[in-house]
């Protein structure tokens, strides 16, 4: 039994054969930009909006901060609906996270809305 453990130490050594250089290089993107990208909004007044519906429009998941627009329930109102009619012209899905978050995504993407962690009492 020893002489066994003593071929797996043997065996288990690391040598100069075991390592090989990888050169993280050739797996980089190469060029451009990504298709689909995290964009995050701060949505503290109404004017903003069409640049948010646009990153929706151009396909990029979209975290938007209401916080700035919660002091007038109706401009916040009609900023949600807003935002939803883009998340439907696309096919996508929206959801709020918290009380100050909005999370908007596109056609291909659908958000889980149970909690992974800390979701149950």
């Known amino acids: 039994m020893a002489n066994f453990l003593d071929k797996l130490k043997i065996l288990g050594r690391p ?7 990888v050169d993280l290089g050739q797996f980089e993107e ?3 930009s990504p298709e689909k990208m995290l964009r995050v909004a701060e949505l503290s007044k109404a004017e903003v909006l069409p640049e948010i519906k ?3 429009y151009a396909g990029n998941i979209v975290l938007v901060d209401i916080g700035g627009l919660k002091h007038d329930k109706a401009a916040l109102d009609r900023a949600i609906g807003e935002l939803k009619k883009a998340v439907d012209d696309v096919s996508g899905d929206i959801a709020g996270i918290g009380d100050d978050l ?3 995504v596109p056609h291909g993407i659908r958000i889980d809305r149970e909690k992974v962690v800390g979701g149950k009492d």
């Open 15 to 21: 040598g100069e054969d075991d390592y090989t250089e």
């Open 30 to 32: 190469i060029g451009g």
């Open 102 to 104: 909005v999370v908007m």
């Open 54 to 56: 646009q990153e929706i």
